[in-house]
């Protein structure tokens, strides 16, 4: 018990002994430092030498990505480090204080220029901000704004994209020979990003270069487009449509339908062009393959309507006309490789046995055969236009299907 009292009682008077900064230790730190301090001298002894500035960012949020005007909107903070030679203190003076805050604008700084800024070319500074200073003279300063970068979007693979754009600054008016910029850390720090519901941030990094007489630091974000909304909006109702195109064969030519419903997809491919136009950029170094793919579609469509105009044209000619024998060969050989079971009866050529002992039978044979030509060699427009539509049918959806799971592939492993 009297050891505890003890230690009790020593505590006490370390605790009594020390001294704690007032508010008047403050005031007369500030008034010192500002004394005779002129901020528009670079802080450094020697005017020929450089100083070292360290600069990091903290990635709050990606605002938006505008792919027509080629525009990066972030909100970001800065943590940026340099010594002041002008500046330091004994904290024995001063109440033990080893380090205070004061307004930006009363010291100097190495305000930092956006150089690819799309709208404005100003600092990123705020006159509200306050630098923190030890009794080193070490001072840390970190200011933060919305950030307008240019960027060169690349929509190749659109809706499957990704961007990749830089933030340059520079201390601009100052040579790399006076104000040399580096990053303390390989990336940029994300505790504080806030996600993006139409991008995500795939990796950063930082660099530090001296392309002529000024110092850079880079701060590249690579970000990749989240690509649901396109898929559901867009490239699904695309890939519906273009898989009932082909269906215009499957209606009656007396229904009177069949003109209006393949005019009536061809018109709505061009309402998707002009949407998708509308979000991609008038650029024609990295134009969209999903825009090369509708143009495709689009003349795939057009050219169903026009196989569709020509068959009502022949399926509406006088009974009476006669079909020419290169197109009854030809539709016979189309009937019998794709539906030899249809209504129409048909007769599809066979080798007969030119070896055969029996003359008999082979005068029957060259009769059957006869007979099969003479039933070959009449066929009606109508029936032409019936096996049309069966290899239109099946042509296009082998084509579309194709083409298809080719446009996905593509968009989607064509920048991984």
Known sequence: MIRILLSCAVIICLVSKMEAATVSDTKNLLSDITNGYNKE????????????VAVDMHLLSIKDF??????????????IDWKDISIGWDPTLYGNLTSIKMGQ?????????????????????????????????????????????KCSPDVSYFPFDIQTCAIQLAAWGYTYQEVTLKSNNPAVNLDFYETNGEWSLDKSSTDVQTPGPYSFVFFNLTISRLPAFHIVNTMIPIYLLLMMNPLVFVLPCDSGERVGFSLTVFLTFTVFITIINSVLPANSD??????????????TSGIIASINIFQLRMYHKDEHLPVPRWVVRMMRILNCQLSPKR????????NTDSKSSNKKEQREAQMEEAAKVAVMDTMTWKEVVHILDTFCI????????VFIIFSIVTLYWGNR
């Open 286 to 299: 990295n134009m969209s393959r999903l825009s090369y793919y509708i143009i495709a579609v689009f003349v």
């Open 41 to 52: 001298v670079r802080p450094v002894n020697d005017q020929t030498e450089h100083l070292d």
């Open 105 to 149: 604008d009363n010291i100097w700084l190495p305000k930092l220029y956006n150089i690819k800024a799309s709208d404005k070319f100003k600092a990123i500074s705020n006159s509200d901000l306050q630098v923190e200073i030890d009794y080193h003279g070490a001072i840390t300063w970190s200011p933060g704004s919305f950030l307008d970068i």
């Open 343 to 350: 209504r129409i009866i048909e007769v599809c050529p066979e």
């Open 394 to 401: 099946w042509f296009f959806y082998v084509i579309l299907s």
């Open 66 to 79: 505008d792919e027509v005007s080629g525009t990066l909107n972030v909100l970001a903070a800065f943590k």
